[in-house]
């Protein structure tokens, strides 16, 4: 009987010691909620605005025209298109900066008012190119050959960044310091001071669109395309902004 009693001694102080280890555990775990209930944090917001002068642009021009033949458009068509790219290729623009965005042949109707139909009135052909262009000091020289040798549609002038990416990660950085001054700037009013980062979120990174020169209509080119020169003076290409902002939460430490 004496070995028995033993032995259930032995076990309910096992079970004793088990439950007295859950408990310090326990214990523990709410020591360490309390410590963190008590840690202080400061949430700010960074923000920056930064303004850059564009080094590239394109051009969207197209070369248009009609006749009675649908082989007689696309010719004329073609030898036009080789005029006006070959005169932007000998200012010096690299063949891989042009673009042939689309080619179109198609009948063109006319309505008749007499007979309250749409009658049969040629064919229409038309090519649209892009010219990206890396030396913006080359922008009047090619928007004046462009006319002059035969564009009668100059659809729009775009300025654009090389590497926007860059651009948007300078940005950020400096969203992320102006949220550190000014958590060290509402901080500073008290004895208080900024402790590590807890977190951090970026909430806007973005171009905020990019300048154009504008829009010229056919009509206009085809009468100024004689007398078409570059005047650089007269392409005012502004600035491209990129706007960042970031969230931080910081730990404030005494």
């Known amino acids: 009987m004496n070995y028995f009693a033993e032995i259930v001694t032995m076990v309910a102080m096992h079970k004793l010691l088990r439950v007295l280890t859950l408990l310090l555990l326990v214990n523990s775990f709410l020591a360490v909620q309390a410590e ?56 010096g623009v690299k063949e891989k900066l042009l673009k042939l965005e689309s080619m179109q042949i198609h009948e063109e109707k006319k309505y008749n ?23 913006l000091d080359l922008l009047a020289e090619v928007i004046a050959a462009v006319i002059s040798e035969g564009s009668n549609e100059l659809s729009n002038v775009e300025y654009g960044l090389k590497k926007p990416e860059a651009a948007k990660k300078l940005a950020l950085k400096d969203a992320m310091v102006n949220a550190i001054d000014k958590t060290d700037l509402i901080l500073s009013a008290s004895s208080s001071k ?36 570059a005047e650089k003076d007269s392409y005012a290409q502004g600035q491209i902004e990129i706007e960042s902002s970031v969230r931080v939460l910081f730990e404030i430490i005494d």
């Open 36 to 91: 963190d209930s008590k840690q202080r944090l400061i949430t700010v917001t960074g923000k920056s605005s930064l303004k850059l002068d564009p080094d590239k642009a394109s051009v969207s021009f197209a070369i248009i025209n009609k006749e009675k033949k649908a082989e007689s458009a696309r010719k004329r068509n073609e030898t036009a298109s080789k005029r006006v790219l070959n005169a932007v290729r000998d200012l």
């Open 113 to 135: 008012s007499k007979t309250r139909t749409y009658d049969f009135d040629g064919y229409k052909a038309a090519r649209s190119f892009v010219v990206e262009l890396h030396d």
């Open 194 to 229: 900024r402790g590590k980062l807890v977190e951090v979120n970026e909430l806007s990174n973005n171009l905020i669109g990019f300048p154009r020169a504008g829009r010229a209509h056919p009509r206009m080119l085809s009468l100024a395309s004689a007398d078409a020169v």
